[in-house]
Structure formats: structure tokens, C-alpha cells
């Protein structure tokens, strides 16, 4: 019996392959693979799918956090607010250019930032709160731009995993100052590499991040600024055109299996399944339940997880140490237990096979067996 993977990229090659080669057998045979028509054309159809005048295309997820913070003059002495259930990348940027990241708790069935806690953290030395919209669950992005607004503060969107979300029908990225997406092979919108890119309503921050991106040049060998290298490239560029086609359609399908998760998840025991927000449509770019076990919820989950792998069917678990305590973060000073939530679900969340192509029959399994694994574990 053939295993089930956490997701799997060579079946949706599949299914745009003749597409796919086409256009990028036309940027090899221009001799043009940095920028051209492929990067403007993506750049143009990106800002109106988003819903916005403006979409920079760049190297990374991560670079467009970096670009964001650089064009919005954030450094030392700024305080940034942001969850510290994410990857490293939300808040390494922020170091980065000499900010402090401020972390805060989550909402426990959503994930996602905790509005009440973002709030109580704004000081006068804070600058910027940056949400992360995690695991296509889009953050309440009416009640967190009310906060931003009340405090002046500016809004960066992390939208690396949610390409496609929305909140009350806009699209997330088009909300904040700016809104920072990735293009890593994995997300909803993958590229065949790495990618990324930054939306915003606002020209003139548009060509700040174009400059910033391209060495700190107003012009070719006149650099103005202190820049960085960060270019999303030709062939990425024409298969991100090819997939974007796609990519409602597959939202779509992602929908369809966590709806269908959640009918049969429902009423297991020891399990909680995800919901999509309130006000939130969510692009399910990961689908994790939590799986509760008190104090020893790791050793539940870890050991669920090492079963369900013997039974060839493979999940992943992500985040287990919140950003307040990673090492690299430690002269900040954050103790064990200081953002109880985090922590717990840390200790707790497990996402199952999630990706469009994943057919009912192995739906059926992952549950199955899910199902079946759980009765030998005990809650503990």
C-alpha cells in the first residue's frame, strides 16, 4: 500500500505539465531570465488578483518581510508586535534591521494573533505590528487595523502562507501598509524555487522596495541607499504565471477536504479540528488539529505521529518551539511560560495530508487510521 505524504508536488505537476514546460522553454530560448516581460506581467496580474495598485516581485517570503521594514524606515529603537507561533522568518526580519520583535499570544482555536493581547503590548516606542495570516487562516484584520489606526501604527502583512484568504471578501496583503507573500514550492502559490513578493496601495512605497530590492539603485550604477540583491527570476516568474491560473481552483479543492475532515473529525475524542474564521474564508494551506493531552501533549502527539508513519500515512508538525524562545531570540528575555498558548499548542498541533490532489480514498485512510491510532494512545 502506498504511503500518503504531508503533501505532494509532483501530482499537481501533473496536471499543468505541457503548460508549464512551454513557458519556461520560452524564457530559456529568449536569453532573458532576469526580469522582462514574464516578472512584469506576473508583478501586474499578482496586484489585481490581491486587489491592489502595486505587487513587487523579490527572492523570498522572507526578503519581502525584510523590503517592508527597510522601506518603512523600522530599525533600532522601534519596538514590532507580532506572534511568536510562526516560522523564524516573521521575526528574524525584524532583528534584522535592528528592531525589537514585542511577541504576543495567540487565540487558541484560531492560531492566529490574539487582538486583546496585541493591544495591551503597544508602548510609545512601538512602530509596527506584523500578523501573520497562519495556515491560510486570515488574522481579523477589521479588528487589528482599528488597533493600528487607534495607535498609529503601521501594518505588515505576513501572507506567506495565504495566498487567496479573505476577511469580510477583501483579499489579505491588500489590509496593511504592505502585504508580504512567499512563492516556496509548499505554499498555495508555489514556485519551482523561491519567490516572493510585496503588495501595497501606496506608489511611492512601491518604488522604495523596487529600489531597495535592486542594490539601492535610483539608476543603473547609482545606488542612493544601502539595498540588497533580491530579484525573482524569469522562469519562476513564467511558472507562477501558468499556476496563478490555477490557483482559486485549488483553493477551492483545499476547501472541499477540510470541510470534509472536519465532518468526520468532529466527534473523535482527544481531537480538536480546525474552523475556519468567523468573517474569514481560509485557503487551508495546512490542515492541523490539535490533539489534547494535557501536560504530556508532546509525548501524545509524538507518539500518535510515529503510528500514523508506520501506517504509511505521513503528517507534519510545525512550530513546536514558539519564536520567544528560540535561541536566537534569547537575550530578549522571554521565559518558559510566558505565552502559555503558544506553548500548548506547540505541544499539540499535527497536520494532516493536505494538498488538491489528495483524493477521498486517502482522505478516508488518514482518518481511519487517525482513528484507529488514537484508541492506543491514552490521554494523558
Same mark, same amino acid.
Given at each position: 500500500?502506498?504511503?500518503?505524504?504531508?503533501?505532494?508536488?509532483?501530482?499537481?505537476?501533473?496536471?499543468?505539465?505541457?503548460?508549464?514546460?512551454?513557458?519556461?522553454?520560452?524564457?530559456?530560448?529568449?536569453?532573458?531570465?532576469?526580469?522582462?516581460?514574464?516578472? +512584469?506581467?506576473? *508583478?501586474?496580474?499578482?496586484?489585481?488578483?490581491?486587489?491592489?495598485?502595486?505587487?513587487?516581485?523579490?527572492?523570498? #517570503?522572507? +526578503?519581502?518581510?525584510?523590503?517592508?521594514?527597510?522601506?518603512?524606515?523600522?530599525?533600532?529603537?522601534?519596538?514590532?508586535?507580532?506572534?511568536?507561533?510562526?516560522?523564524?522568518?516573521?521575526?528574524?526580519?525584524?532583528?534584522?534591521? #535592528?528592531?525589537?520583535?514585542?511577541?504576543?499570544?495567540?487565540?487558541?482555536?484560531?492560531?492566529?494573533? +490574539?487582538?486583546?493581547?496585541?493591544?495591551?503590548?503597544?508602548?510609545?516606542?512601538?512602530?509596527?505590528?506584523?500578523? !501573520?495570516?497562519?495556515?491560510?487562516?486570515?488574522?481579523?484584520?477589521?479588528?487589528?487595523?482599528?488597533?493600528?489606526?487607534?495607535?498609529?501604527?503601521?501594518?505588515?502583512?505576513?501572507?506567506?502562507?495565504?495566498?487567496?484568504?479573505?476577511?469580510?471578501?477583501?483579499? !489579505?496583503?491588500?489590509?496593511?501598509?504592505?502585504?508580504?507573500?512567499?512563492?516556496?514550492?509548499?505554499?498555495?502559490?508555489?514556485?519551482?524555487?523561491?519567490?516572493?513578493?510585496?503588495?501595497?496601495?501606496?506608489?511611492?512605497?512601491?518604488?522604495?522596495?523596487?529600489?531597495?530590492?535592486?542594490?539601492?539603485?535610483? #539608476?543603473?550604477?547609482?545606488?542612493?541607499?544601502?539595498?540588497?540583491?533580491?530579484?525573482?527570476?524569469?522562469?519562476?516568474?513564467?511558472?507562477?504565471?501558468?499556476?496563478?491560473?490555477?490557483?482559486?481552483?485549488?483553493?477551492?479543492?483545499?476547501?472541499?477536504?477540510?470541510?470534509?475532515?472536519?465532518?468526520?473529525?468532529?466527534? !473523535?475524542?482527544?481531537?480538536?479540528?480546525?474552523?475556519?474564521?468567523?468573517?474569514?474564508?481560509? !485557503?487551508?494551506?495546512?490542515?492541523?488539529?490539535?490533539?489534547?493531552?494535557?501536560?504530556?501533549?508532546?509525548?501524545?502527539?509524538?507518539?500518535?505521529?510515529? +503510528?500514523?508513519?508506520?501506517?504509511?500515512?505521513?503528517?507534519?508538525?510545525?512550530?513546536?518551539?514558539?519564536?520567544?524562545?528560540?535561541?536566537?531570540?534569547?537575550?530578549?528575555?522571554?521565559?518558559?511560560?510566558?505565552?502559555?498558548?503558544?506553548?500548548?499548542?506547540?505541544?499539540?498541533?499535527?497536520?494532516?495530508?493536505?494538498?488538491?490532489?489528495?483524493?477521498? *480514498?486517502?482522505?478516508?485512510?488518514?482518518?481511519?487510521?487517525?482513528?484507529?491510532?488514537?484508541?492506543?494512545?491514552?490521554?494523558?
Amino acid at each position: 500500500m502506498n504511503s500518503i505524504p504531508p503533501l505532494d508536488l509532483t501530482r499537481q505537476y501533473e496536471t499543468i505539465r505541457d503548460r508549464v514546460n512551454a513557458a519556461v522553454l520560452d524564457i530559456l530560448a529568449s536569453g532573458r531570465y532576469i526580469g522582462g516581460s514574464a516578472v +512584469d506581467r506576473f *508583478e501586474e496580474r499578482f496586484a489585481e488578483y490581491i486587489g491592489v495598485p502595486e505587487a513587487v516581485s523579490c527572492n523570498s #517570503g522572507t +526578503d519581502a518581510l525584510f523590503l517592508a521594514l527597510r522601506a518603512l524606515d523600522i530599525g533600532p529603537g522601534d519596538r514590532v508586535i507580532t506572534t511568536s507561533f510562526s516560522f523564524i522568518a516573521t521575526s528574524e526580519v525584524i532583528t534584522a534591521v #535592528g528592531a525589537t520583535p514585542v511577541f504576543v499570544d495567540i487565540d487558541p482555536e484560531t492560531f492566529n494573533l +490574539d487582538l486583546d493581547r496585541v493591544e495591551a503590548a503597544v508602548t510609545p516606542d512601538t512602530r509596527a505590528i506584523v500578523p !501573520v495570516h497562519l495556515f491560510g487562516r486570515p488574522v481579523d484584520m477589521t479588528g487589528l487595523m482599528a488597533i493600528a489606526r487607534k495607535h498609529n501604527l503601521i501594518v505588515i502583512e505576513d501572507c506567506a502562507q495565504a495566498t487567496g484568504a479573505t476577511w469580510e471578501g477583501k483579499k !489579505v496583503g491588500s489590509f496593511g501598509d504592505f502585504g508580504c507573500f512567499s512563492f516556496f514550492p509548499t505554499k498555495n502559490l508555489g514556485a519551482c524555487g523561491d519567490g516572493g513578493a510585496v503588495t501595497t496601495s501606496d506608489r511611492a512605497l512601491a518604488e522604495k522596495i523596487r529600489v531597495l530590492k535592486n542594490h539601492g539603485q535610483a #539608476g543603473r550604477y547609482n545606488s542612493e541607499v544601502l539595498g540588497i540583491n533580491s530579484r525573482l527570476d524569469a522562469v519562476q516568474a513564467a511558472i507562477l504565471n501558468v499556476k496563478l491560473d490555477d490557483l482559486d481552483g485549488w483553493n477551492d479543492r483545499r476547501r472541499a477536504i477540510a470541510n470534509r475532515y472536519g465532518q468526520m473529525l468532529e466527534a !473523535v475524542p482527544g481531537v480538536i479540528p480546525p474552523r475556519d474564521c468567523a468573517g474569514g474564508r481560509s !485557503v487551508w494551506n495546512q490542515y492541523t488539529i490539535r490533539v489534547e493531552g494535557g501536560a504530556r501533549g508532546e509525548s501524545r502527539r509524538d507518539r500518535l505521529r510515529a +503510528d500514523l508513519q508506520k501506517r504509511g500515512v505521513s503528517t507534519m508538525v510545525y512550530y513546536p518551539l514558539p519564536l520567544h524562545l528560540q535561541g536566537v531570540h534569547r537575550d530578549l528575555g522571554y521565559r518558559k511560560g510566558q505565552l502559555p498558548i503558544s506553548e500548548q499548542i506547540g505541544n499539540q498541533v499535527l497536520s494532516l495530508p493536505m494538498f488538491p490532489e489528495l483524493s477521498e *480514498e486517502q482522505q478516508d485512510r488518514v482518518v481511519y487510521s487517525l482513528k484507529d491510532c488514537l484508541e492506543s494512545v491514552a490521554i494523558g
